[in-house]
């Protein structure tokens, strides 16, 4: 059981360049989220969905884009990278409505020179 | 959104020691979470605690909903024991700046 898997790990990007990271989950739940964490905070929610085909942004939403055509992934878009988005990203997953146990994954570390 | 505030932000101990750290938050929640950012950055589930008492070896948590707080106890600290420890409240779970945890041999 992989739980929440997140691809890349690591990646670099040039300012203006596109990427998508993919999360995939296989506990079969209905919300996924997408958060960032940046050097000495908590995480920040940037979208999440609570079900295939639902999107809704969060608390930091500017400059990215979400899509949840299956239920067992959440890919989250960058279509034109920019110095400020470098940041460790998580994705993470609960049951039902949101008011259960969330798991995370392992993080994909984002560098935009 | 809700405001969570954790204490201490910093905490080092001498292996062996007892602590507790606190989790305060702004608003009525059904959910808190609290988690351990090891060192690798992987960020561990420890407790699902939206109310009352739970424990899990060293490690135990209680939440006073009423009261809009948590704490989380760590006795006998042991080196792994440190990190990050991040609590999270709410339906998208609002994170807390966290309190670093630093186990000293």
């Known amino acids: ?113 | 959104g809700i405001q969570v505030e954790q204490s201490p932000p910093d905490l080092i101990l001498q292996e062996g020691a007892n602590s507790t750290l606190r989790c305060n938050f702004s608003d009525s929640v059904n959910n808190l979470q609290w988690f351990h950012q090891n060192p690798w950055g992987q960020l561990i589930n420890l407790f699902y605690i939206p109310s009352g008492t739970k424990q899990n070896g060293r490690l135990s948590a209680t939440t006073v909903a009423t009261e809009r707080y948590s704490l989380l106890y760590i006795s006998s600290s042991q080196t792994t024991d440190s990190g990050v420890y991040f609590c999270a409240v709410g339906g998208n779970l609002f994170f807390g700046t966290g309190t670093r945890l630093t186990v000293i041999p």
Not at chain 1, 95 to 112: K, P, S
């Open chain 1, 1 to 113: 059981n992989a739980g929440v898997t997140q691809t890349p790990k690591f990646r670099v990007l040039k300012t203006g360049q596109s990427m998508t990271l993919l999360c995939a989950q296989d506990m079969n739940h209905e919300y996924m989220y997408w958060y960032r964490q940046d050097p000495g905070m908590g995480l920040r929610l940037i979208h999440y969905s609570v079900g295939e085909g639902t999107t809704a942004k969060g608390e930091v939403p500017d400059g990215y884009n979400v899509s949840r055509l299956k239920k067992q992934n959440f890919l989250l878009g960058l279509e034109s990278a920019a110095p400020s988005q470098t940041s460790v990203y998580f994705c993470a997953s609960s049951y039902a409505d949101g008011y259960t146990e969330a798991f995370f994954g392992q993080g994909t570390r984002l560098t935009v020179v």
